[in-house]
């Protein structure tokens, strides 16, 4: 166990609405990043959130935003969503700016299947 | 070009056997490079991390890192069933806020 838990576990959705997911990270931990996981392919680079700022983003269009609160808790939300948004969604965790030396923990993510 | 490649496999060894995992990566100025295994349906988990050139081993597992030739591998020594997994290799560009992932290596290990 990682620490980091997500919420919730599988979720479906229609085209064209808009999903919430939830990660809480590991106390103390200040950084936290989203990946996109289609089957059978690596993680992808959504953004990444430090101390409750956006530190970097990937590319992903803006319809996909964050938010990450001071009790290590974050939000990825994703608005107007498309079928090739069905995917394995991850939110890792690290003490400081992932990078260099710091490990990143996963969460157990959030399966999204949209129809 | 992709930033990170892997060979997909699947790579398939018997059990006992040593497992050859190759990841090369196209930012020379990268400066920090992972293994995660995952399990299927499973978050990854990380293995080893690697930041300088040469050999890093743990346990069963031995990190080989080449800058100048932008390499790495990962080493499984007397592999096990349990091992069957997917192997992501992942790098931290440059400015270190974002990790790219390689699309993984396959393993099976037959008993």
């Known amino acids: 166990e990682t620490g980091v838990t997500q919420s919730p576990t599988h979720l479906i959705k229609t085209r064209g609405q808009q999903v919430t997911l939830r990660c809480s990270s590991q106390s103390g931990h200040n950084t936290v990043s989203w990946y996109q996981q289609a089957l059978g392919q690596g993680p992808q680079f959504i953004f990444q959130y430090y101390r409750e700022e956006e530190n970097g983003r990937g590319n992903f269009p803006p319809r996909f935003s964050g938010l990450q609160f001071p009790n290590y808790s974050s939000e990825l939300n994703v608005n107007a969503l498309e079928l090739d948004d069905s995917a394995l969604y991850l939110c890792?965790?690290?003490?400081?700016?992932?990078?260099?030396?710091?490990?990143?923990?996963f969460g157990p993510g959030t399966r999204l299947t949209v129809l | 070009q992709k930033e990170v490649e892997q060979n997909s496999g699947p790579l398939s060894v018997p059990e006992g056997a040593i497992a050859s995992l190759n990841c090369t990566y196209s930012d020379r100025g990268s400066q920090s490079f992972f293994w995660y295994r995952q399990y299927s349906g499973k978050s990854p988990e990380l293995i080893m991390f690697?930041?300088?050139?040469g050999d890093k081993e743990d346990g069963r597992f031995t990190a080989q890192l080449n800058k100048a030739s932008q390499y790495v591998s990962l080493l499984i020594r007397d592999s096990q069933p349990s091992d069957s997994a997917t192997y992501l290799c992942?790098?931290?560009?440059?400015?270190?806020?974002?990790?790219?992932f390689g699309a993984g290596t396959r393993l099976f290990v037959k008993a």
């Open positions: 890792a965790s690290s003490l400081d700016l992932a990078g260099g030396t710091d490990t990143q923990y």
């Open positions: 690697i930041y300088s050139n």
């Open positions: 992942a790098v931290n560009a440059p400015g270190g806020f974002k990790t790219i």
